[in-house]
């Protein structure tokens, strides 16, 4: 059964650092893997996909890479504003025929203060 | 081009009765796939449909059930609500819902569902 965990749980930091927040796997077969920011009490948005076959993707001031050996993916978020509150959420897919179901790590609330 | 829909956004419910959620894909996505959200779980998967058939589903009992129609809008359904169904319903898209390569999946805003 795949499990999905997230570190840290929580992280507080001044605005304009740099951080990282990891993501782990316990099954590396997997097909994909999505980083998603949730803000309080709304939806998902989709932040970044990686595809097995790819090391890492950017997008502004973010950037995601996936190592599937060791089954590890990290999201580095450069130079952080109070914007980038929110819940940070990885999930994985496997493909085959497990249809439309990601799962989902417990998140990792970051707090970006002025 | 719109996003994915979620209606309502609120409901109140009480014990027993029964709810029904609608959900309207990104224009072209034929997947859909709905999620509970809980503090305690997180998110955990309820099922996924395409072109009207469930291809998948989650570890939930018979009380939530789905559908999809032809427009790849979908509905879920809870009957006898109970206390513990409380949670954020969060329906995604997707093309072909392959969870793999490039298929990524939209969610909504959701639908905050309270059980009294």
């Known amino acids: 059964k795949q499990e999905v965990t997230q570190i840290p749980a929580a992280l507080s930091v001044p605005e304009g650092e740099n951080l990282v927040l990891n993501c782990s796997f316990t099954d590396s077969a997997i097909y994909n893997l999505q980083w998603f920011r949730q803000d309080p009490g709304k939806g998902l948005t989709s932040l970044l996909l990686?595809?097995?076959?790819?090391r890492e993707q950017t997008s502004g001031r973010l950037n995601a890479s996936l190592d599937k050996s060791s089954g590890r993916s990290t999201l580095y978020i450069a130079a952080s504003q109070p914007g980038d509150s929110a819940t940070y959420l990885c999930a994985v897919g496997v493909g085959g025929t497990s249809y439309g179901k990601l799962t989902f790590g417990q998140g990792t609330i970051l707090t970006v203060h002025p | 081009k719109a996003g994915v829909t979620q209606t309502p956004r609120y409901l109140i419910k009480t014990r027993g009765q029964q709810v029904t959620l609608s959900c309207s894909p990104i224009?072209?996505?034929?997947?859909v796939s709905w999620y509970q959200q809980t503090p305690g779980q997180g998110l955990q998967f309820l099922f996924e449909y395409f072109s009207e058939t469930q291809r998948n589903k989650g570890n939930f009992p018979g009380r939530f059930s789905g559908r999809q129609f032809s427009n790849s809008r979908s509905e879920m359904n809870v009957s006898t609500l109970e206390l513990g169904d409380s949670a954020l319903y969060l329906c995604?898209?997707?093309?072909?819902?392959?969870?793999?390569?490039?298929?990524?999946?939209?969610f909504g805003p959701g639908t905050r569902l309270t059980v009294l």
């Open positions: 990686i595809q097995s076959s790819q």
């Open positions: 224009s072209g996505h034929r997947s």
């Open positions: 995604a898209s997707s093309l072909e819902g392959r969870t793999s390569g490039s298929d990524e999946q939209f």
